[in-house]
C-alpha cells in the first residue's frame, strides 16, 4: 500500500449522523471559514481519534466502541 493511496470507503448512516455532518460543514462557512465536505470531516475525526489509546477489549457493538474511545478521551484529559 503507497503512502498517498486513497480508497472508497461506503458508510452508511442514520439521518441523525449526517445531518450533523452537514451542519459542521455549514457552521463552518457560516463562521468565516470554507464549507467542510462531509468527508473531510470523517477523515478528521478518524484522525483525531488515532490519537488516542482506545482499549478494544471486549467491544461487539458501534455502542461498546463509542464508550471506549469516550473512556480513552476522559483518561487522556487527566493525564494533563
Do not use: Q
Not at 1 to 18: D, G, I, Q, S
Not at 35 to 64: F, N, W
Request: net charge positive.
Amino acid at each position: 500500500m503507497k503512502k498517498n493511496e486513497v480508497f472508497k470507503v461506503h458508510v452508511p448512516m442514520n439521518a441523525e449522523l449526517t445531518k450533523w455532518l452537514e451542519n459542521i460543514g455549514i457552521d463552518a462557512r457560516e463562521l468565516g471559514g470554507f464549507r467542510i465536505p462531509k468527508t473531510s470531516i470523517i477523515k478528521a475525526c478518524i484522525r483525531a481519534v488515532m490519537k488516542y489509546d482506545i482499549d478494544l477489549s471486549k467491544v461487539k457493538t458501534e455502542e461498546d466502541l463509542v464508550k471506549k474511545i469516550e473512556k480513552a478521551i476522559e483518561v487522556s484529559k487527566k493525564k494533563r
